[in-house]
């Protein structure tokens, strides 16, 4: 593995700050904080590529190796 691509679309309202206390960050955050634990605890997750998914439940972006 030479390169790890990661690509979020924040397109969708779990990325919009409708109510003043979620703004985009805390959503992308969010996803990346889970995905360092998949990583770093579960041998058998590391397969790639993985969807990322936002806290609706919708598929939001990928990770993929090279």
């Given at each position: 593995?030479?390169?790890?691509?990661?690509?979020?679309?924040?397109?969708?309202?779990?990325?919009?700050?409708?109510?003043?206390d979620?703004?985009?960050?805390?959503?992308?955050?969010?996803?990346?904080?889970?995905?360092?634990?998949?990583?770093?605890?579960?041998?058998?997750?590391?397969?790639?590529?993985?969807?990322?998914?936002?806290?609706?439940?919708?598929r939001?972006g990928?990770?993929?190796?090279?």
């Open positions: 593995m030479e390169k790890i691509t990661i690509t979020i679309k924040t397109g969708n309202d779990a990325f919009t700050d409708t109510n003043g979620h703004a985009p960050g805390f959503e992308i955050a969010r996803i990346l904080r889970g995905l360092a634990y998949v990583l770093s605890t579960n041998p058998a997750e590391r397969d790639y590529p993985k969807s990322l998914v936002d806290y609706n439940g919708n939001v990928v990770i993929v190796t090279e």
